[in-house]
């Protein structure tokens, strides 16, 4: 499908009457981020609102309020805020009479915590982003936790409250300024200086409002916000509270509005066209007369900066009236663009444009938006990018970064990004909510293609207390805001409206799929829209509503021989079904291999097929609630990796897809809900890798020089016993030696994507493994048995690290023997330490039963190993340690500059 330009400006002019059109205006496909950034000389200002707030959870309702009663709880009696909270979407509502009337009145309700008298001192003092759930501790009491395994078994349910002092200078007196929160979970409200400003319950998007008049000059402005957090609102860990960042705008009555520009470009031969709208506000009584001009700039990739000027769109005057809007549309060309690709083939290359309005001869305020450009084309027989026909590697990633939660962390988050990349990743979904804005600029900045997706429910409900209990209020408001804040990034290629949603049957979710799809492209016309299908058939009227088909397991089928365990009948593969019914519809797999595994548990004996399900004694084991790192085992839904290799393999038109998933995460702890994490990605919640990176590596990162071998090698009682050894690799061919004696030279054969000796017998000693490649010497690696363990030893991920109190460091832990080998089963319980102007943040080892709470310096290692997440907060050097009885203790020092 190649996405037509033009259609979006007409309707979204349409729809903006207020908008001038100074300029013809041609959509193409589009692409650009607004940094928001502050530029030195700009009267805007972006303050982000991280530090001096406090806070206090109450696990049930100490202000008799809610948003609106839950109809599954006995909820009466409570003070509703609905009213107050809805016309924050006003703005986002096309049709006047759906929009929301503003109450006259306050609350009729005395609230403490909103009042400037209230004595908060002893709540606790955090900065933001912060989730309150994340320091546990746990619930270990199974179906009886208020919050069960699987979202997570922490406490993030209950009332938050945060309370924070915002300052007005005399030079900020006549300015607008405006409340922006990245992402509050969830039902969150507002109040400053004691009045509603309102609010907004989807917990995942960002939204802003406008504070100017409730401010007053001076220091004591009280900013109040409380959060709602019910449990049962979802299928995985939400986090709770202010998790993402929260900022305060200031800028002159006359400025770029909110999310106010969008670039969109076309590439024909050696130059892009490149099409610029800009929605300037006008908060003053009188109308203004402003000229606006916008340059754009090369990004320097190393510094993120701009760097050379290549082109600037022409200057425009308008005039915008008292309390108004107008938009400018303008274009220009850029001779022979560097354009934006995924590595390794092509890179991210990105541009910034930088808009300045000028009003009386005087900068009234500068704009950054950064884009890149590329052509994208969706067909029947593939997707290309910038003409280059490419399969999505691409992994589903939940919002949580493990034991930090899902309080955003630009570095936590770019090592998830980084450990991706080396298995050859170059796509992400966003599984299943709008990620922080952040984690789209390093998607942007290091070339990850995006599916970005907004819901996982429509109106019928997955879970008691999800969003369909509002989607009804906020879906044309959730998924305005999700565009407009979104669509300017180079690395979103595909709009997502909805995962795996109850509707997809009968003629309500194709109803709801173009409602939802008209919104969408009215914004964004320039990419596809998805909604991955789980059980729709190709004959169903549901995937005629969307643009491109992403299907979540069903496209392989479940007839493979080692699933002939499950019931029958058992589910038929659909891709070909689908591909006869709509052949000019790119079709992917937005979910594959639902597959399940501990990292480096090996449990025996091992299915002698290429996937099978994990049972409670087969290829897992309830008691321990570990799962074989064979990497064959799935859930009962889905296919294990080799076979899903196989059928993309045999399917030329089939895009590839997306890994569930590609980190575990909190909450769904399939097959067991007793554990607290999920076991489905291929690397664990630690950020250890699990066996199967190196299979993906060896897929999708050929040229990496590796074999990767196991099961480790160290199996007292094992003596005599088959322990079948696996190998992956991008070799084809590979000889086995235990011990010196050849255990069969394999070559690798059609559809075989791990090498396997199934009938090797354990003895104690060496494995050792040789890989060829087209006859010649690729890879070795030796794994050998090893002996007690001796002493511990820590490595850093960085040596270095800010000491701006965010910045943070990972410590890995292991046990060698006296030989410097790691013991790879080890289990000891180790305490860290530290000492210096720095912090443990929290420990993990992975596993995803571990029930200590995260904060504990104490942790006991999970197949040899355990992590130590540290920041600094004052410039100096950080000593760790780490130690357990019985081994030599390790440190090792820390720099915070
Ligand atoms: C899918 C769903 C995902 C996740 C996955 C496996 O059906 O879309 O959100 O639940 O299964 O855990």
Request: charged share 15%; glycine share 12%; aromatic share 14%.
């Given at each position: 499908m190649r996405l037509r330009p033009g259609r979006l400006v007409g309707t979204f002019l349409a729809l903006l009457p207020w908008w001038l059109l100074v300029t013809e205006f041609n959509l193409c496909s589009a692409i650009a981020s607004q940094t928001d950034g502050n530029q030195v000389d700009s009267p805007r200002e972006r303050i982000r609102l991280r530090t001096g707030w406090k806070f206090w959870r109450f696990e049930s309702r100490p202000d008799n309020l809610v948003y609106e009663p839950r109809p599954y709880a006995n909820e009466s009696g409570l003070f509703v805020l609905k009213p107050w909270i809805l016309p924050t979407a006003n703005e986002f509502i096309e049709k006047t009479e759906n929009r929301h009337e503003v109450p006259s009145e306050d609350p009729a309700i005395d609230i403490p915590y909103v009042k400037d008298s209230f004595d908060d001192s002893d709540w606790e003092d955090v900065k933001v982003p912060h989730d309150w759930a994340i320091k546990g501790p746990f619930y270990t009491n199974g179906d009886e936790s208020p919050i069960t395994g699987q979202m997570g078994s922490l406490p993030l349910h209950g009332v938050g409250w945060y309370r924070r002092r915002l300052s007005l200078s005399p030079s900020d007196v006549g300015k607008s300024i405006?409340?922006?929160?990245d992402?509050?979970?969830?039902?969150?409200?507002?109040?400053?200086?004691?009045?509603?400003?309102?609010?907004?319950?989807?917990?995942?998007?960002?939204?802003?409002?406008?504070?100017?008049?409730?401010?007053?000059?001076?220091?004591d402005n009280m900013l109040a916000i409380r959060i709602d957090n019910p449990p049962d609102s979802g299928r995985w860990y939400t986090g709770a509270g202010l998790y993402r960042n929260v900022w305060l705008t200031k800028v002159k009555p006359v400025h770029v509005a909110r999310w106010g520009t969008y670039i969109t470009s076309e590439i024909a031969g050696d130059s892009a066209s490149i099409e610029f709208a800009v929605n300037l506000e006008n908060k003053a009584e009188e109308q203004t007369n402003v000229t606006v001009q916008t340059d754009i700039f090369e990004v320097d990739s190393t510094n993120g900066r701009p760097a050379?000027?290549?082109?600037?769109?022409p200057s425009s005057s308008v005039i915008i009236p008292a309390d108004g809007q107008k938009s400018i549309l303008t274009s220009a060309t850029i001779q022979n663009p560097r354009l934006w690709g995924p590595p390794p083939s092509q890179s991210p290359n990105l541009y910034l444009a930088t808009t300045t309005v000028l009003h009386g001869g005087k900068v009234a305020d500068t704009y950054e938006t950064q884009f890149g450009i590329r052509s994208l084309t969706f067909g029947g027989d593939g997707f290309s990018i910038n003409g280059e026909r490419l399969r999505f590697q691409g992994v589903?990633?939940?919002?949580?970064?493990?034991?930090?939660?899902?309080?955003?962390?630009?570095?936590?988050?770019e090592r998830q990004l980084r450990l991706l990349r080396e298995a050859g990743v170059n796509a992400i979904r966003m599984a299943h909510n709008p990620p922080a804005p952040e984690l789209l600029e390093l998607t942007d900045r290091l070339g990850f293609m995006v599916i970005d997706e907004i819901f996982d429910v429509w109106k019928y409900d997955k879970n008691i207390a999800d969003f369909s209990l509002i989607f009804t209020d906020w879906h044309e408001p959730d998924v305005k805001t999700f565009v407009r804040r979104d669509r300017n990034h180079a690395s979103i290629i595909m709009w997502s409206i909805g995962n795996e949603v109850g509707e997809q049957g009968g003629s309500t979710g194709f109803d709801i799929a173009t409602e939802l799809s008209k919104i969408l492209h009215e914004e964004d016309n320039t990419r596809p829209i998805m909604a991955s299908l789980n059980s729709a058939t190709a004959s169903h009227k549901f995937p005629q509503a969307l643009d491109v088909l992403g299907l979540n397991y069903i496209g392989e089928g479940m007839e493979y021989p080692g699933y002939s365990v499950l019931p029958e009948p058992r589910r038929q593969p659909l891709y070909e079904s689908f591909h006869e019914a709509f052949p000019d519809k790119l079709l992917f797999s937005s979910e594959f291999a639902w597959s399940l595994s501990s990292r480096s548990s090996f449990i025996f004996p091992v299915t002698e097929y290429d996937g099978a399900p994990v049972l409670d004694h087969s290829g897992g084991d309830v008691n321990t609630l570990e799962i074989s790192g064979h990497e064959l085992y799935s859930s009962n839904w889905s296919v294990s990796h080799d076979i899903v290799f196989t059928v993309q393999d045999q399917l030329p038109y089939l895009a590839g897809g997306f890994l569930w998933s590609g980190w575990d995460y909190l909450g769904e702890p399939y097959p067991w809900p007793q554990a607290r994490s999920a076991y489905s990605g291929m690397i664990d919640l630690a950020g250890f890798k699990k066996e199967r990176f190196w299979l993906y590596q060896s897929q999708w990162n050929p040229t990496v020089r590796m074999a990767h071998v196991l099961p480790h090698w160290s199996w007292p009682g094992r003596?005599?016993?088959?322990?079948?050894?696996?190998?992956?690799t991008s070799a084809d061919e590979a000889e086995l030696f235990v011990n010196g004696k050849s255990q069969g030279n394999l070559k690798r054969k059609e559809f075989e994507y791990r090498f396997r000796w199934d009938n090797v017998t354990y003895e104690p000693g060496e494995l050792h493994v040789i890989t060829y490649k087209n006859g010649e010497f690729w890879a070795n690696e030796t794994v050998t048995t090893t002996s007690d363990g001796f002493k511990l030893d820590l490595t850093a991920e960085f040596e270095n690290i800010d000491a701006d109190g965010e910045d943070l460091t990972w410590i890995a832990v292991r046990v060698l023997d006296e030989q410097g080998r790691m013991v790879p089963e080890a289990d000891e319980i180790v305490t860290f330490?530290?000492?210096?102007?720095?912090?443990?943040?929290?420990?993990?080892?992975?596993?995803?039963?571990?029930?200590?709470?995260?904060?504990?310096?104490?942790?006991?290692?999970?197949?040899?190993l355990a992590l130590a997440i540290v920041r600094a907060n004052s410039p100096g050097k950080i000593v760790v340690a780490a130690e357990t009885e019985g081994f030599q203790r390790a440190e090792l020092v820390i720099e915070a500059v």
């Open positions: 405006y409340l922006e929160i992402g509050a979970m969830s039902y969150s409200a507002v109040w400053v200086n004691g009045k509603i400003i309102g609010g907004w319950p989807y917990g995942y998007n960002s939204y802003h409002l406008d504070i100017t008049s409730h401010l007053k000059e001076g220091d050379r000027p290549v082109a600037s769109f589903n990633q939940h919002h949580d970064l493990g034991a930090l939660g899902a309080a955003y962390n630009h570095k936590a988050a003596e005599g016993e088959i322990t079948p050894v696996h190998v992956f330490s530290l000492s210096g102007p720095g912090e443990i943040v929290a420990t993990d080892n992975g596993f995803q039963a571990d029930f200590v709470a995260f904060p504990s310096n104490e942790r006991k290692l999970f197949n040899g």
